[in-house]
């Protein structure tokens, strides 16, 4: 027996090994991309979200989300003539809520335009309440334009405890998170001015 017969054996299980891997790799990737492409919200994470290829994905499963959450009149918006606003519902109230929809990576921040276009969007749809909702956080100074303007923020905390409230199947307290109003006091230019002067 010699150095060749030992050699060819081991380099073809070697390519059989890499090609069996590869296929394996390849199936995991395809599965992410269906999940997501899916938008199914018992199905995505996260990370699903972070691997999104763009913003109309997770309009998509925010979509899903608010459907499957129980709220009537959810509606989403042409990406071309939106108005700032990709989703619309009616929540448990009777108030028509706007969303804003922001996937960004987690150490992105949010800026104020999107609390410009969505609370400028409310008149368009007639809303009684705007929403932004990101996979990432926002900037102080959109924390405060939203205060101000009572436009509510929900960060990628918010967003993570919806997801596992929803996949726990605690609808009732996915809701509550999602319209109870935010209590955060702000001081404005105004009461800083009239603070200063004294």
Known sequence: MNWNDNFTPWVIGSIVVLLLLAWVIRRIIRR???IRSEANPRKI??????????????????????????YNEVHKTTSSRDFGADLVFMDRLGRRNVIQA???????PVGLSA???????????????????????????????????????????????????????????????????DQEPVETWQSKRKRVTR
């Open 45 to 70: 994470s996260i990370k699903d979200i972070d691997k999104m290829e763009d913003g109309s994905e997770f309009e998509l499963y925010l979509f899903h989300l608010f459907q499957q959450l129980g």
């Open 102 to 108: 922001k996937r960004y990576g987690a150490n992105h």
């Open 32 to 34: 992410g991309k269906r």
């Open 115 to 181: 609390v410009q276009e969505i609370y400028t969007s409310m008149r368009y749809y007639e809303a009684d309440r705007s929403i932004v909702l990101t996979s990432a956080r926002y900037t102080e100074a959109c924390r405060t334009l939203a205060a101000v303007n009572g436009v509510k923020l929900l960060d990628r905390e918010d967003l993570m405890e919806l997801i596992v409230l929803f996949k726990s199947r605690r609808v009732e307290e996915a809701m509550e998170r999602i319209e109870e109003d």
